[in-house]
């Protein structure tokens, strides 16, 4: 009796430690599993962030040129000889086209944790890529605020309408150029990160 119960004992530990180095496999594949869907999640967003910066760049690229013009003519434009002379000086001006660029990605990983797991440095690069994007924003909504309560209507309107574009078109060409150089470090950061996965 003594010799099975001691067979049994044998056994009942053979089998304990059976499963129990099944469920340690069972949960490092498990933690294995997950650390894939999180680097999944991780190549999802950094592509996501990607082709949003890449949108927001070509939407700058598109205005750059012309905001440009209008800094420069209206650096040279003498408002004394304007009001002499009977020209529109607004006949150049096709609006302020200045567009509020994309953050939804950005936000995305925000609030999905998903920043956490992405490398310091790319994570602070992209952060303060995406407050100078707000600052353009706020800046843009600025611009329209400003514009759209100038009467055009009136020689002071106009006039004040030129000495407002001319204050403000300074910061725009400067937050602009200031975008395009983050966009494109931002996106070389990236396409490293993704390299990584």
């Known amino acids: 009796m003594e010799n099975k119960t001691a067979t049994y004992l044998k056994y009942a530990i053979g089998e304990i430690i059976l499963v129990i180095i099944g469920i340690l496999i069972a949960l490092q594949i498990n933690n294995w599993n997950d650390r894939i869907k999180a680097k999944e999640a991780q190549v999802q ?7 949003e910066i890449q ?21 040279i434009l003498d408002i004394e000889t304007l009001k002499t002379s009977g020209v529109n000086p607004l006949g150049f001006w096709k609006g302020h086209q200045i567009f509020r660029l994309r953050t939804a990605s950005f936000q995305t990983a925000l609030q999905s944790g998903v920043m956490k797991d992405i490398s310091l440095e790319l994570s602070e690069s992209l952060n303060n890529l995406y407050t100078s994007i707000q600052f353009y924003n706020d800046l843009s909504q600025s611009v329209g605020n400003g514009i759209y309560g100038i009467n055009l209507t009136t020689e002071e309107g106009i006039l004040q309408m030129i000495n407002f574009v001319r204050m403000i078109m300074e910061d725009v060409n400067y937050s602009e150029s200031q975008l395009l150089s983050d966009f494109d470090s931002n996106l070389e950061e990236i396409d490293a990160a993704l390299t990584l996965y």
């Not at 967003?45 to 082709?51: E, F, G, N, V």
């Not at 949108?55 to 650096?75: A, E, G, M």
């Open 45 to 51: 967003i950094l592509k996501s962030i990607k082709k």
């Open 55 to 75: 949108v927001n760049k070509n939407q700058i690229k598109n205005v750059f040129p012309y905001h440009n013009i209008i800094r420069d003519t209206l650096r």
